[in-house]
């Protein structure tokens, strides 16, 4: 029987989502829960424990959407009705909008028993919401410096993912990135099973890696690497205490990074191509793939997922527009934005110089702190990178950090994003790639710009 209380809560929600859309303001993915959260704060609790298949929550500084839709494109494969919610908006609100939106008015999901729940989940709600879904599997991509007047340093997420795993059923699966020191941390007096997910592929390792977000051992011991890929990740071992890089249960090699899909052989089996690119997506791939194997899907349904995931929105997403393509590379911290460089990079050596545009904001969302430019390698792209154009609400000092690592002059400097997409149509031809990195929220803003010119569908929240 369900809870009045919650019935109530559906209704509340289901009413402020026709009246968000009816007014245009937003896509329904945060206000609907919102509401319904007032009249029932346990709603994500009373609706997401009756999926019967179990929940999956995914959460990590870096990748956890694209991970996310990876996983879902598993269970589309797999013909397994799920609840996920999508559009991204990972705070307990947007997991109640989602569940709200599959509930009747009666307060019940249909069919709720034999579907399952995926969930993103931002870092700082995961104790929130482990405790709300008590998930079957928690996958935990990596964790580095973002948004340091938002979350705080790294240790302070940690300690926030240590909550959640004492507020998560004992006999829950831990999906963790054995590669990332401090996410293998989170396995230390676990005494359920984790699986764990690395690469294995000697021709990524490299001294140039980025900047460290973890330095040392919990005893007080140093990182040493045998092989680095980026930042602090890795083949490491403590030189104090006996952790070491634990052996993954799922791991890639024999990887191979095209301008628009990755090739990779999983446990150094069948090789599998998917169409997103970067080493960066090799984990997120990784990641999903270890997710499903201890959530119980099956090696074709996840071949097939693998092999048909899409971009997330501003994730590798290409948008076409008066005959040149925008290739938009989400970046908003410094490991993240490392890793489209050097993707980039690898671009490069097979094109002419490229045509880049560089968006940064510092809003709530982003991080009101823009000093972490200073520790992107903005170097390794400066003989690659062609025309280029500043944008976003802190454009000049953009332009500023690129002018120290070696960029020629922007064509333009640009706060709104009509007037950048306006600078940037003018300085190009047609048939020309334009590769954008913003930060989150100037992808909005850009993506908002593209939605009003009739290139890309959807508005987003």
């Known amino acids: ?129 482990v405790a709300a879904l008590q998930p079957r599997v928690l996958v935990f991509t990596n964790l580095f410096r973002d948004q340091l007047d938002r979350y705080g340093e790294v240790d302070t997420v940690a300690g926030l993912w240590r909550t959640a795993l004492e507020r998560a059923p004992r006999d829950a699966t831990l999906v963790l990135n054995a590669d990332d020191p401090s996410v293998a941390e989170l396995a230390t007096g676990w005494s359920g099973p984790v699986h764990w997910f690395g690469l294995d592929d000697p021709a990524y390792a490299t001294d140039s890696a980025g900047a460290y977000d973890a330095r040392w051992c919990a005893c007080g011991g140093d990182y040493r690497y045998d092989r680095r890929y980026f930042a602090h990740v890795g083949h490491w071992r403590c030189t104090k205490c006996e952790r070491r890089r634990p052996s993954p249960q799922t791991s890639a090699s024999a990887v191979r990074l095209g301008l628009d899909s990755a090739r990779l052989s999983i446990d150094g089996q069948e090789t599998v191509t998917m169409p997103l690119t970067g080493l960066y997506n090799v984990y997120n791939a990784l990641a999903a793939v270890a997710a499903c194997r201890a959530f119980g899907i099956g090696d074709e349904a996840i071949r097939q997922g693998l092999a048909h995931a899409q971009p997330a929105f501003g994730r590798q997403e290409v948008v076409e527009i008066e005959g040149r393509r925008l290739r938009l590379y989400l970046a908003k911290n410094p490991a993240g934005a490392n890793q489209v ?86 300085g190009t031809d047609r048939g020309d790639d334009v590769f954008v990195i913003p930060t989150y929220t100037a992808m909005l803003d850009l993506r908002e710009e593209l939605h009003g010119r009739g290139a890309v569908a959807g508005r987003l929240e």
């Open 1 to 129: 029987m369900t809870n009045p209380r919650t019935a109530a809560a559906v209704v509340a929600g289901k009413l402020a989502s026709a009246a968000s859309r009816a007014l245009r303001r937003g896509g329904g993915t945060a206000l609907p829960g919102l509401v319904a959260e007032r009249v029932d704060p346990a709603l994500v609790a009373h609706l997401g424990r009756t999926l019967g298949r179990g929940r999956i929550v995914v959460t990590g500084t870096n990748g956890k959407t694209t991970t996310s839709r990876i996983i879902a494109s598993a269970m589309d494969a797999d013909a397994m009705p799920y609840v996920h919610n999508r559009e991204g908006s990972n705070l307990m609100r947007g997991m109640a909008s989602t569940l709200l939106a599959e509930a009747g008015t009666t307060g019940g999901i249909r069919g709720a028993r034999d579907t399952a729940g995926l969930f993103e989940t931002d870092e700082a709600t995961m104790p929130a919401a």
């Open 341 to 426: 460089l050097f993707l980039l990079r690898e671009i490069a050596r097979e094109r002419p110089p490229l045509k880049v545009a560089v968006l940064l904001n510092d809003r709530y969302a982003d991080g009101q702190d823009v000093s972490w430019t200073w520790d992107v390698d903005f170097e390794v792209l400066a003989t690659s990178a062609g025309r280029w154009w500043a944008g976003g609400d802190r454009a000049e000092d953009l332009a500023v950090r690129m002018k120290y690592a070696g960029w020629e002059r922007p064509a333009a400097v640009e706060h709104e994003a009509g007037k950048l997409l306006d600078a940037i149509l003018a």
